[in-house]
């Protein structure tokens, strides 16, 4: 089983629509999450950070579930630019070898 | 605050041949990573340095990979010989210490042909 999995993809939507990936870690000791952003040839950014409350950024909410080992991305009224590769990534902590492990990333095409 | 750097940022080589890679994290971050993202794919860790010590490299080819971060602050990743599969882009990133204020570079896209 790999250490961090996503929905394949690739997603491609409408503008306007609402979208929403899925990640799953296998490392119970994981203790920080984020979704990163890549765009073609680019390399990835920081979209945001995910916490055990729920988080949102404008159109972004990210969500965490422990016990399930599960973290999930929502992007409302997608745009155009919101078209790129997301990547879903778990930290394990400082004492950790192969800290911060990145899952294979789901690509979203946002259609006009 | 300046970026990760990397050089080169192409580089095309036949198979075979040796390449070599050089980062330089941003100033002050202890940790840095060297990743291989071969497209389509997310990028996996092939080594992580604390400092000039080496945390991990399992995942390091090490009959043809070798990496080496001497004085603690950039870092040299050199492929010899290079195969065809080595094809990818080889990133590198830092970090102060725990997750956040974590970097990439723009990163070197290898061609072995």
């Known amino acids: 089983r790999k250490e961090v999995e996503q929905d394949p993809g690739p997603f491609n939507v409408p503008e306007g629509a609402t979208v929403a990936f899925n990640c799953t870690y296998s490392n119970s000791a994981s203790q920080s999450f984020f979704w990163y952003r890549q765009d073609c040839r680019k390399e990835p950014k920081l979209l945001m950070s995910?916490?055990?409350s729920g988080n949102e950024d404008g159109r972004f909410t990210a969500q965490l579930n422990r016990a399930s080992q599960y973290i999930s991305l929502l992007i409302r009224d997608s745009k155009l630019s919101d078209s790129a590769t997301y990547l879903c990534v778990v930290w394990a902590g400082d004492n950790y070898g192969q800290n911060f492990v990145f899952g294979p990333g789901t690509r979203l095409s946002v259609l006009p | 605050e300046a970026g990760v750097a990397q050089s080169p940022r192409y580089k095309i080589i036949e198979k075979r041949q040796s390449v070599a890679f050089w980062c330089n994290p941003i100033?002050?971050?202890?940790?840095l990573y060297w990743y291989q993202q071969i497209l389509g794919q997310g990028p996996k860790l092939l080594i992580q340095?604390?400092?000039?010590?080496?945390?991990?490299d399992s995942q390091l080819p090490k009959d043809r990979f070798s990496a080496e971060r001497l004085k603690g602050v950039d870092s040299t990743l050199k492929i010899q010989p290079a195969k065809l599969e080595d094809s990818a882009v080889y990133l590198c990133?830092?970090?102060?210490?725990?997750?956040?204020?974590?970097?990439f570079g723009s990163g070197t896209r290898l061609t072995v042909v």
């Open positions: 340095f604390q400092n000039n010590g080496v945390v991990d």
């Open positions: 990133a830092s970090s102060r210490t725990g997750a956040y204020g974590y970097t």
């Open positions: 995910v916490y055990s």
């Open positions: 100033s002050g971050h202890a940790t």
